[in-house]
């Protein structure tokens, strides 16, 4: 996993409710507040050289519906990741990774130290200590390779991923504990507008599932008939696959995307329709 932090903002959608718990630090009545989505008690295996994937949501709760007539949209203010437990013999041979939508962040890349473990690591970028820095066993709160600021201004909804790529050939590891905190506020929008610039009716949901092997369903919605080009792209912004492309009615339509040939890694799906165009990420996992 090479070093980066890409963002390219998407439509907001609507999700289904995530049956992850999740802490709510302020009422939803306020104009701000938070949230800390987290997984527990995962015994995920870090194997040598490949990549290990977990995914977390965060969705709207129940009573934050809007009124009739406008959709609720959650908007990222600021992004703090908690890696409370991850047992690994060696830090230095970790690079870890956040994905959400289609923006990717390096929080660890490249270290010079020695050592093992993270107990209630916390990654925010107001920290005063750079996580390349810090020495392990990693406790307390670093700012992380990559400004975690990118996230802002963006849908604060959906699913948050993170990476981790293991560069040893001999050493395992295992991811036990991690979450997110977000800090978001509420914009009311009217049914079927997007984000400012994107055309009523045109959007394209998150792939389910995500991450996924081998296969996913892709939603996306035309506000007109017209000539459309779905494509995948690999981490580089290498066209890897062409999923959809010709003439097409206005409506919503599902394409599948069949990985069986891709490796294990994090892609993009861009959706081309006339002057409209948004683009997603997705996780293939093997």
């Not at 390096?106 to 270290?111: A, F, V, Y």
């Not at 200590?129 to 802002?152: I, K, M, R």
């Not at 389910?208 to 995948?232: D, E, K, V």
Request: charged content about 15%; aromatic content about 8%.
């Amino acid at each position: 996993m090479a070093t980066q932090a890409r963002c390219a903002r998407t439509p907001r959608e609507s999700y289904t409710r995530s049956a992850l718990r999740i802490g709510l630090a302020a009422s939803l009545a306020a104009t701000v507040a938070s949230a800390q989505p987290e997984r527990t008690g995962l015994h995920k295996t870090i194997p040598p050289l490949r990549s290990t994937y977990d995914t977390l949501g965060f969705f709207p709760p129940a009573g934050s519906a809007p009124s009739p007539g406008g959709a609720l949209g959650l908007v990222t203010r600021e992004v703090a990741v908690r890696i409370d437990t991850l047992n690994f013999p060696l830090d230095e041979a970790l690079d870890i990774a956040l994905h959400h939508g289609a923006c990717i962040d390096t929080l660890i890349h490249g270290l010079r130290t020695g050592g093992a473990n993270f107990r209630g690591a916390v990654f925010v970028d107001t920290a005063r200590v750079a996580v390349d820095t810090g020495a392990a066993p990693f406790t307390g709160e670093f700012s992380p390779a990559h400004p975690l600021a990118q996230f802002d201004g963006g849908e604060a909804s959906g699913l948050w991923i993170l990476e981790i790529y293991n560069h040893s050939a001999d050493r395992m590891g295992i991811l036990e504990q991690w979450g997110v905190a977000v800090t978001f506020s509420r914009v009311a929008t009217s049914v079927g507008a997007g984000e400012a610039g994107t055309p009523r009716g045109f959007s394209l949901s998150q792939n389910y599932p995500n991450p996924f092997n081998p296969s996913t369903m892709i939603r996306y919605i035309l506000p007109a008939r017209g000539t459309i080009a779905l494509a995948l792209f690999n981490a580089l912004g290498q066209r890897v696959m062409t999923i959809a492309a010709g003439v097409q009615d206005a409506g919503e339509h599902e394409v599948r995307l069949d990985a069986s040939g891709l490796p294990s890694g994090i892609y993009f799906y861009r959706l081309q329709a006339g002057s409209n165009a948004a683009a997603r990420s997705l996780a293939v996992v093997k």
